[in-house]
């Protein structure tokens, strides 16, 4: 079965589909089977991922029932597996309903959790249906974050969500960590908000991945190319920040097995 991992944020503009594509791009390359699933109705990531958006069928029939989930899954050689996004999935508040609405999720990915070692979901920046539904299928959550006062907001916002799913429909939702995105260790700025962040996460039982995303405009410059950062630009610093992140996820994880 695979393990699935969450990255999430209600604050937008903090490397959360950035890092997403790049945890699903990375553990890819090292040789793992892995499906990346786009909650976001603006659909970014499997634009990020190279993929013609015009194209193929999207979350929003998957989760209406219209189709099997086998049948949207868009096969890549270079990336990820690809479930894609689009603006109708907007709708999502409208159309699950039920008492299992936050369920659904969880329920069509069990159909394929064993064709996968890792599923890798993007969510919105909100705490809405779909994003519950995101932490009610995951094993792991992994929060970016960047190093902006505003970021920390969000955080504590979070914490309540967590917990409540916590105390619900997944017991065992576990948050591996904090990502922190758009770091210069230079600025006092980025230093304060790191020791804040610690802060925050020692309140929810997690603590900040020891590696820190640089700045650099590969992070920007990829998805317009269609690739991922790590084919686009190799050597760039959010580049290896990102190889670095994906090797730490791992063995955080091996290591709370």
């Given at each position: 079965m695979a393990v699935t991992i969450v990255l999430t944020n209600q604050k937008g503009g903090v490397g959360k589909t950035t890092s997403s594509a790049a945890l699903a791009?990375?553990?890819?390359?090292?040789?793992?089977?892995?499906?990346?699933?786009d909650l976001d109705s603006q659909g970014n990531l499997g634009f990020s991922l190279g993929l013609d958006m015009e194209e193929g069928h999207t979350m929003c029939e998957v989760l209406k029932g219209e189709i099997p989930v086998k049948d949207a899954i868009r096969h890549t050689e270079d990336c990820a597996d690809i479930l894609t996004s689009d603006i109708l999935l907007s709708e999502a508040e409208m159309f699950l309903t039920g008492t299992a609405r936050r369920l659904k999720l969880k329920n069509v990915l069990d159909d394929v959790s064993s064709d996968?070692?890792?599923i890798i979901i993007?969510?919105?920046p909100a705490l809405n249906i779909l994003t519950v539904n995101g932490y009610a299928a995951a094993d792991y959550l992994v929060i970016p974050m960047s190093a902006e006062i505003l970021s920390l907001v969000g955080?504590?916002?979070?914490?309540?969500?967590?917990?409540?799913?916590q105390?619900?429909?997944?017991?065992?939702?576990?948050?591996l960590g904090i990502l922190m995105t758009k770091y210069n260790r230079r600025t006092r700025l980025s230093r304060e908000v790191l020791e804040m962040a610690q802060t925050v996460a020692a309140q929810i039982g997690t603590e900040v991945f020891d590696t820190k995303?640089?700045?650099?405009?590969?992070a920007a410059e990829a998805p317009a190319h269609g690739l991922s950062i790590f084919d686009y630009a190799p050597k760039a610093n959010p580049t290896v920040d990102y190889r670095d992140f994906v090797e730490e996820a791992v063995q955080k994880m091996h290591k709370g097995a």
């Open positions: 791009s990375g553990l890819k390359g090292a040789g793992y089977r892995v499906l990346a699933v996968y070692d890792y993007d969510t919105p955080l504590i916002q979070l914490k309540e969500t967590i917990e409540s799913v105390g619900s429909v997944n017991p065992k939702l576990n948050v995303i640089r700045c650099g405009v590969a």
